[in-house]
């Protein structure tokens, strides 16, 4: 039974001051060349400055520069810069920091890759506004490559001076592509049963452990189900649970949810701890039940529940009941870099303002809504609750069009070792 201010101590050895933690969010604000900016610094600055030594897990930095989440994710592969990752590590001084790696798979917009890769090809292209083009199957020397650039990736991470990684398998991307059923269609030893869904996920933590040394926190980010039927179950995510804490890892967040079932932000019926003190009328800690599923599966490894947690009451409730360890914060910490140090203190957090936008910009606006307010931040600016939806979303479509294709060309010609097959 713990408080907010209550040390954690990860199996890896890694102490937390407190219980809130910053969880990833993608800032799209590397350079030309996917390379960490200063505009990066800024941002962790002024992040770890509202954190009180708080956790800091990073937007997803991706594995391979043909497939990114968003066109300016920096990549961490070869041609990384190691010693500009360390720069933003050291700006986000006095907080623990730990990088996120992904592989986005099929969710990968059509402007950034006109042909992404997935598991098998048979689900098609992601169903989101015609952004996403139809995606190949990978082969199996394909596979092994992304699995090795995970633990390359790590290692270089290491390099930087970063606390840990975490490897993304939730919300849709690569790994999560291969743990569902749904989309992972192969018959080879990659898919079929959970053993074989779960291996590229289950190869790429070895890779990680393997590259890097002792002492080095490695994290998963799971989904509890991605709200599909015929998809990725809670009964699935339970075993995947087991199975990554025989793999010894030091900390598992849990989300849910992909592109077409938004989950993670609350955009799924059904969903929210309605039995989580202080949700009131609002859904809170949409994952509570299936972490307190998890509680004992999971052992001695620690917990972080993300996804709609709003209020002071309701952390403090979901860390009580021992089902949690580590509050994962990110939507409010966009609008209000400080409220973790405010919470600290004994403020009491509250609902963010109801979101509205046309359904027809729907998950895309809504994230770059957000994004918007982090490049803000990594200007130098104070984010801006007043900002206009709109503007938002459009300016989401006309980035990544021209910078997504604009880039094309130039990531081609890097290609890392993982794209040759
Ligand atoms: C702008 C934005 C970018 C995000 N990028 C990532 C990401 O890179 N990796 C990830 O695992 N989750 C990402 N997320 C999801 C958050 O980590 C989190 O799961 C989600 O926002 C729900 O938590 P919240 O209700 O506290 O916002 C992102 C969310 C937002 C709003």
Redesign the pocket.
């Known amino acids: 039974m713990a408080t907010l201010d209550a040390p954690l101590t990860l199996p890896s050895g890694l102490v937390l001051p407190h219980r809130i933690a910053k969880?990833?969010?993608?800032e799209n604000l590397a350079d030309a060349d996917n390379q960490p900016t200063p505009a990066l610094e800024r941002l962790y600055r002024r992040w770890a400055a509202g954190a009180a030594g708080g956790l800091l897990?990073t937007?997803?930095l991706m594995v391979d520069r043909r497939f990114l989440?968003r066109s300016r994710n920096v990549v961490a592969d070869e041609h990384l810069d190691v010693a500009r990752l360390a720069r933003v590590r050291e700006a986000a001084a006095g907080s623990p920091v730990i990088a996120?790696l992904?592989h986005p798979g099929r969710q990968t917009n059509r402007f950034v890759a006109s042909r992404p890769v997935a598991p098998s090809a048979e689900a098609g292209a992601v169903k989101m506004m015609g952004l996403f083009a139809k995606p190949r199957a990978l082969t199996d020397a394909e596979v092994e490559a992304i699995v090795a650039a995970f633990g390359a990736a790590a290692r270089r991470c290491e390099e930087a001076g970063l606390d840990g990684v975490?490897v993304?398998a939730?919300?849709g991307y690569l790994l999560a592509q291969f743990l569902s059923p749904y989309v992972n269609r192969r018959t080879d030893r990659w898919g079929g049963d959970l053993a074989g869904r779960s291996r590229a996920l289950v190869e790429s933590v070895r890779a990680v452990r393997a590259a890097t040394g002792d002492g080095f926190t490695v994290s998963v980010?799971l989904n509890s189900s991605d709200f599909r039927h015929g998809g990725f179950t809670e009964d699935d995510a339970e075993q995947v649970v087991r199975l990554l804490v025989e793999e010894g890892v030091d900390l598992i967040?849990i989300?849910g949810g992909t592109y077409e079932n938004p989950a993670?932000?609350?955009e799924v019926e059904g969903l929210g701890g309605d039995d989580v003190a202080g949700a009131g009328s609002h859904k809170e800690a949409?994952f509570a039940g299936f972490a307190r599923r998890v509680r004992e599966s999971a052992g001695s490894v620690a917990l972080m529940l993300?996804?709609?947690?709003?209020t002071r009451e309701a952390m403090e409730a979901l860390l009580a009941d021992g089902g949690v360890d580590l509050i994962?914060?990110?939507?409010?910490?966009?609008i209000e870099p400080d409220l973790t140090a405010g919470l600290l203190a004994g403020e009491t957090g509250r609902p963010?303002p109801r979101y509205t936008l046309p359904t027809v910009a729907g998950l895309a606006g809504?994230?770059?809504w957000?994004?918007t307010q982090?490049a803000r931040m990594g200007r130098g600016l104070e984010p801006d609750p007043g900002l206009r939806a709109i503007s938002a979303a459009s300016r989401f479509v006309s980035g990544e069009a021209v910078r997504g294709i604009g880039g094309r060309r130039r990531r081609a010609r890097l290609v890392t070792s993982a794209g040759r097959s």
């Open positions: 969880a990833p969010m993608t897990v937007g997803n989440e996120q992904n975490q993304h939730a919300h980010k967040e989300s993670l932000f609350g949409y993300t996804g709609g947690i709003r994962g914060l990110g939507r409010p910490l966009a963010l809504e994230s770059e957000y994004e982090i």
